[in-house]
């Protein structure tokens, strides 16, 4: 007897459409199911089942607002809990519709791709499932008005509660001048940032574990409208927060993420090659606010920018989700192949460069050897035995090999990579480092930082003007007694702790010849650039650098590094007590700790060459 047609139409309607709505997240395994929002054809959803735990919608259509894009996930579910913010979508940037200064057209494209090569599109009518045994691409396409093309995927392997991700650009996103993709956490359900040994993790500091992009309890900015302090009656005030410094140096750190009841949400970071900066650069990376948790996958950025955009490479990466345990190994993309992705070059189609070893090295410091051209970077770091290394998985190419020791480049030479092959090397002789001359005096290790010197230590996560911060303004230093972590501090402002001195002694016969004052800067802000007074002499003024975005006051010292060469004529040279100032100098206005600012590496005294 068939029950149902003799039901009343009213309930014969309401089953359907509970089955069109309910019956794929709780009935389908490994799928895709089409869901029209309202009913409407025009508003299609793709409903994808990990058989993992994990269900997430990718929607299909443009609603006409960013905070809800087309191609944005705007449904999470993982083990029965919604992750995904109802209000704003997980997306690129600010949503596919507001990645270029006019977008011509977006379009997502949901499918299916089993384990002999075949491709099934997903359904087109509303509620219509597909069924599938090992993968799920989704791809959301993008063009600009000036012909650029950016492809985004959402790519599954049956059994994985992961969502896997690559985008590839052929034209710089111009909206925001970066490409980002930003997962927003209700923060009830994910209250917590990350563990130490993560960017974005908990940071120590004077007795109190915290994390610093956590602005929970903030009443208001203190520099543009994304650094925040706190109110004079609570105990943390005078510190400051901000999703800036959540950075941490790209070699440093392989995922970000955070954890709340039960569940663990994190992104692994791929390579990188399709980045710009190099292996030193620093980026936000999280935001932790009142009402979200904010996790930021950067694949390139533009505030202290170093060198341009790559364009035209696939970059991937992983959002994970399991049971709050830390990440340890990297998700497996060897099926990456069978998809079809633009851009993606398998192992077979990369080479390699392999030195015997570095010569010339100091003992105790950390050498990485980084390649770069237009297409792609790469890095790898020297054993520190005797400073062999393998760097791998390279796209084919002319590259600039640069071997730093730090952050500073001490040596490059050309290499060539080509595919399935390894470019060997001898062992290479480091020439270039500022160390090997002699100095009468040296304040300062030549490494391409300032983490020798006073605040250095915490300027990548607390503004210079927060209350755990030392002074910046000090006294005169003595060359022989003073030392760079008490008596000199990481960063010089126009406006805060100008004309800082050193006082250094000269014996009889020193003085003779013309000596040379260098002057090692691995950021500058502003325009800044320094001119010095020896005695009753004052040096000409360099020219200015290009102007870049805040630096220093947002978590980092890493920018170009440049070195100023001084020489100071004999006659103004006397012996005993030689009284040197350094100002930082601009033609740009800026005030406090906004103000034209350098940040030192090194600073030494030496013969003329």
Do not use: C
């Not at 009935?27 to 409903?47: E, H, I, R």
């Not at 400073?387 to 590259?399: A, K, N, R, V």
């Amino acid at each position: 007897m068939n029950t149902t047609s003799s039901r009343p139409p009213w309930v014969r309607w309401l089953a359907a459409g509970l089955l069109a709505t309910m019956a794929p997240a709780a009935m389908a395994a490994f799928s895709v199911t089409t869901v029209w929002d309202s009913g409407n054809a025009a508003k299609p959803q793709y409903l994808i089942d990990t058989d993992a735990g994990l269900q997430f919608k990718v929607r299909g259509y443009d609603n006409g607002a960013s905070t809800t894009s087309a191609g944005d996930l705007s449904s999470m579910v993982y083990k029965g809990v919604e992750y995904a913010d109802p209000a704003r979508g997980t997306q690129l940037n600010s949503g596919a519709d507001w990645l270029y200064n006019g977008v011509g057209a977006v379009a997502v494209k949901a499918e299916l791709v089993n384990a002999n090569g075949s491709v099934v599109p997903a359904a087109t009518t509303n509620g219509g499932v597909v069924n599938g045994d090992a993968y799920i691409r989704v791809t959301l396409t993008v063009n600009s008005l000036k012909g650029g093309v950016l492809t985004h995927y959402y790519l599954v392997k049956k059994g994985e509660s992961n969502i896997h991700m690559g985008t590839h650009f052929t034209e710089e996103p111009d909206v925001h001048g970066l490409v980002r993709f930003i997962a927003r956490i209700p923060i009830a359900k994910l209250p917590n940032g990350g563990p130490a040994n993560a960017a974005g993790g908990l940071v120590s500091h004077g007795g109190q574990n915290f994390w610093a992009e956590d602005l929970r309890g903030t009443n208001g900015a203190i520099e543009s409208a994304d650094i925040f302090g706190f109110a004079s009656t609570d105990p943390r005030y005078g510190q400051s927060r901000s999703k800036h410094y959540s950075n941490r140096r790209l070699k440093d750190w392989q995922f970000l993420g955070g954890t709340g009841p039960g569940v663990g949400i994190w992104f692994w970071r791929d390579n990188h090659e399709g980045d710009s900066g190099g292996p030193f650069y620093r980026s936000l990376l999280q935001q932790i606010t009142d009402t979200t948790n904010e996790l930021t996958y950067m694949v390139n950025y533009g505030e202290a920018q170093t060198e341009p955009f790559r364009l035209s490479v696939l970059n991937t990466y992983t959002m994970i989700f399991n049971d709050g345990s830390t990440p340890t190994a990297r998700p497996d993309t060897s099926w990456y192949g069978q998809l079809g992705l633009v851009g993606y070059v398998p192992p077979q189609g990369r080479g390699a460069v392999a030195a015997a070893g570095l010569t010339g090295r100091v003992a105790g410091a950390v050498y990485t050897v980084g390649f770069a051209n237009s297409k792609a970077q790469y890095w790898v770091d020297a054993d520190p035995a005797d400073g062999h290394f393998t760097s791998e998985g390279m796209l084919p190419g002319d590259y600039t090999m640069t071997v730093y020791k730090g952050e500073l480049a001490v040596q490059t030479l050309p290499v060539t990579v080509t595919a399935n092959a390894s470019y060997a090397l001898n062992p290479v002789a480091i020439t270039g480092d500022p160390d090997a001359t002699p100095a009468y005096w040296r304040i300062g290790t030549w490494d391409g930082t300032p983490l020798e010197f006073i605040n250095a230590d915490r300027m990548t996560f607390m503004h210079p003007s927060d209350v755990r911060m030392s002074a910046w303004l000090v006294g005169p230093y003595a060359t022989g007694t003073s030392t760079p972590g008490t008596n000199w501090p990481a960063v010089q402002w126009k406006d805060i702790n100008n004309g800082l001195q050193v006082r250094f002694t000269l014996k009889r016969g020193q003085n003779a010849a013309p000596l040379r004052l260098r002057v090692g800067i691995s950021a500058d802000y502003n325009g800044a650039r320094p001119q010095v007074t020896v005695n009753s002499w004052t040096s000409a003024i360099p020219a200015a650098p290009p102007k870049v975005s805040r630096n220093v006051t947002v978590g980092t010292y890493r920018g170009i590094n440049r070195t100023y060469a001084f020489d100071i004529p004999a006659a103004q040279l006397v012996v005993g007590t030689n009284v040197l100032t350094i100002n930082t100098v601009s033609g740009t206005a800026g005030a406090g700790f906004l103000s034209p600012a350098l940040s030192f590496d090194a600073i030494d005294l030496v013969a003329v060459p």
